[in-house]
């Protein structure tokens, strides 16, 4: 038999399958083909014009043009001291088209901008009349669709432009004419006074925002590695006196790990830890104090445990091997000093080598600094939230200290830091340098950088020495900082993330109902510790313009907290079938924890029927299901009887979800059953008895009829002979 055809890929399931042609068809049709084609070229080629029309007919969907941007910058900073000279850097970035060659222009003005609100007024909306003096031209290559053509046009410092110009900022305007029209581009520059300033630059180290308490090991493999978001940050600031503001959860998730965590994460530790720089530690997670406070949560909270990610491996070769419990994860203390295990405590995995308490929170009310500015810690702001006019940058709000960071600079130099493009950071330079040249905060100056974990370490280290650019800025140290003498400032409330305030209460309502959970387990810490630290990566700071993205954590975090909660419970029991008058029913009970947990399954039944024991305690190990045997009794009677089953906690907590088991009662049953079987046996004892006494009767006459036929027997033998003769 000849197997079926295949059939073709391109049929779908249900439609006809076309006939095969032959090969004699197929080449009667390729030979018509050819000839139509033939006459309709011959006609004027109009199936040539066929396919351009058919593809006119579907327009294709038109993409948005792109203008050309022009960008200038002056370049060392935006600075020129007495004797350099001005260079002005150009870049005109093609958008859709391409662009011809073109010539562009560079003027500067004579008249200074006096104030901040001048410098961005220009910065934002140049006028030609504040740049009347064309210092130079340059020529701009042809650029291609989306490339850019650059050039630099320098000032000699001989230039009568440059000599004996007074101290102050300068507005800089870059013009091209391009398809018929004139792009503009402002920048400025500064000629220094050379008056000593001091200037403190902050630089927060982060990771990206996660729902789990700690990072994975390969989420820290991949940003210690060598193109890395925390190496850029460590290469970034390493050599410079930048202050750096770490999360020290970042450390804590290297160093529960030990010796098993990754190789470039050890390596990038022990560079952080031999760094000189001054620096103090953000709230774990860098988690916001403010939404916690305007929550109610005064202080704002703080890690309980971190025993739970602790790997004991990772300590076995340099300190004495723990006890383990069943789950391999051993509990560390909290306190200053070790404990027997050799493991790190709390506070030794969150060591940031700081001495002092900084809160650096997104955004400050009064009632968040007076909360958090206690006991000598200092609160992080800036000049936006103060309403005294000039502040200095160590300052007093009541009992609370502040340390308040300039927020213009400081916007300028985080654009900058955050800038891959040469060009464009630049231009973000120079801004920093003219406003930091128009101080708000007396002789001292704090930059504080914005939170950024995916900026490049050229762009950060520009930062920061952007900031002490300007001749006679001096770098400050965080001691000298916090020890200056405080001004008397007052506090503008500034508007507080209210999702984030308003996510506080469902997360510790969570919270508390683990911590109750928690007492199933010999160390509540190991559950509880691992529900604080997730909360606070929740209200991480990192999260702020992600809010799809942080919906989706919050809810995976209430999805876990119910498991947690759920993992420990009666599994849903069968009808019971009791026939004795005494047994021990089977309930099971479940246990997801990686932990072993002690319970007591009580019981309760208002029949008389059943008699029940009231409470037992269940021992289940790690991650097991377990059988307990609950004693019951019967009492007279029959029928389906409903046993109350919960479960508690060794401190009385209710755990998991009450069950209820039918147990159906035939305890008579045994009763009738014992009574047969000794009727029965009585009977075959007694028929037993009386075929032995009848045997036992029988054998004397048995035994009597025996004896009389041997003697007639004897008899007959003794009388033959006589009777023969």
Not at 402 to 420: E, G, T, W
Not at 489 to 507: C, F, G, H, K, M
């Amino acid at each position: 038999m000849t197997a079926p055809t295949p059939l073709p890929a391109s049929v779908p399931p249900g439609h006809p399958v076309p006939r095969r042609r032959t090969g004699l068809r197929r080449l009667v049709r390729r030979l018509s083909t050819t000839v139509v084609i033939g006459v309709l070229l011959a006609a004027g080629g109009l199936t040539t014009d066929a396919a351009p029309a058919a593809a006119a007919a579907t327009p294709a969907p038109t993409a948005t043009a792109v203008d050309p941007q022009l960008v200038a910058a002056s370049l060392g900073g935006g600075v020129v001291s007495p004797g350099d000279s001005l260079a002005i850097s150009l870049g005109l970035t093609a958008g859709s088209v391409p662009l011809p060659a073109t010539q562009a222009t560079v003027a500067i003005g004579t008249e200074p901008l006096s104030t901040r609100a001048e410098v961005g007024n220009w910065l934002t909306s140049p006028r030609s009349e504040r740049a009347p003096t064309i210092v130079g031209t340059a020529s701009l290559d042809p650029a291609a669709a989306g490339e850019r053509a650059s050039a630099i046009v320098r000032v000699l410092a001989s230039d009568p432009v440059l000599t004996d110009r007074a101290p102050g900022v300068y507005p800089v305007l870059a013009s091209v004419t391009v398809a018929g029209r004139t792009l503009q581009s402002a920048s400025v520059f500064v000629v220094p006074t050379g008056a000593a300033a001091d200037v403190a630059v902050i630089v927060p180290i982060t990771a990206p925002p996660t729902g789990r308490g700690l990072l994975s090991a390969e989420a820290l493999a991949s940003l210690t590695a060598e193109d890395g978001a925390l190496t850029a940050a460590l290469t970034g600031i390493q050599g410079t006196d930048a202050i750096i503001a770490i999360d020290p959860a970042i450390l804590a998730a290297i160093r529960v790990l030990g010796t098993t965590a990754p190789a470039t994460a050890r390596n990038w530790l022990a560079r952080f830890e031999a760094l000189p720089n001054d620096r103090f530690a953000l709230q774990f997670g860098d988690a916001d104090p403010s939404a916690q406070v305007a929550a109610g949560i005064v202080p704002p909270l703080v890690p309980t445990s971190l025993a739970a990610y602790i790997d004991p491996a990772g300590f076995s070769g340099n300190v004495p091997k723990p006890t383990p419990t069943p789950t391999g994860a051993a509990t560390p203390s909290g306190s200053d000093t070790d404990d027997e295990s050799g493991l790190p405590t709390l506070n030794e995995l969150l060591d940031v080598g700081a001495t002092t308490d900084i809160w650096w929170p997104d955004a400050v009310t009064a009632d968040v600094v007076a909360a958090v500015g206690t006991g000598g810690a200092l609160t992080l702001t800036d000049t936006t939230a103060i309403a005294t006019s000039s502040p200095a940058a160590r300052a007093r709000a009541g009992n609370a200290g502040l340390l308040v960071a300039d927020a213009d600079v400081s916007a300028a130099l985080s654009v900058a830091a955050a800038s891959p493009d040469a060009l464009d950071r630049a231009a973000a330079l120079a801004e920093a340098s003219a406003l930091e040249a128009l101080p708000l905060t007396g002789t001292t100056t704090i930059v504080a950088l914005d939170r950024d974990p995916t900026r490049n370490a050229v762009a950060l280290r520009a930062a920061i020495d952007g900031a002490q650019t300007v001749p006679g800025a001096q770098p400050l140290g965080l001691s000298s900082l916090i020890g200056s003498a405080p001004s008397e400032v007052s506090i503008t409330d500034e508007s507080l993330a209210t999702a984030r305030v308003e996510a506080v209460p469902a997360l510790l309502d969570g919270e508390q109902r683990i911590e109750s959970f928690a007492s199933v387990i010999a160390d509540p810490l190991l559950l509880t510790g691992v529900e604080r630290a997730e909360i606070l990566q929740l209200l991480s700071l990192g999260w702020a313009g992600q809010d799809a993205a942080w919906e989706e954590a919050l809810d995976a975090h209430a999805a876990a907290t119910e498991a947690t909660l759920s993992s420990v419970a009666i599994l849903p029991p069968s009808p019971i079938q009791l026939v004795a008058a005494d047994a021990e029913i089977p309930v099971g009970i479940k246990n997801d924890l990686p932990y072993p947990v002690t319970v007591t399954l009580h019981a309760h039944s208002d029949d008389l029927r059943l008699e029940v024991t009231e409470s037992i305690e269940v021992e289940i190990g790690p991650q097991q299901s377990t059988r307990a045997s609950l004693p019951v009794k019967a009492r007279v009677g029959s029928g389906s009887v409903e046993v109350d089953l919960s479960l508690t906690s060794p401190t009385g907590v209710r755990i998991g979800d009450d069950q209820s088991l039918e147990v159906n009662v035939r305890a008579d049953w045994e009763t009738i059953g014992l009574v047969i079987l000794s009727v029965l046996a009585a009977a075959f004892l007694a028929l037993g008895a009386v075929r032995t006494v009848r045997r036992i009767r029988r054998r004397p006459e048995e035994e009597g009829a025996e004896s009389d036929d041997a003697q007639a027997s004897t008899d007959a033998d003794s009388a033959g002979p006589r009777e023969r003769s």
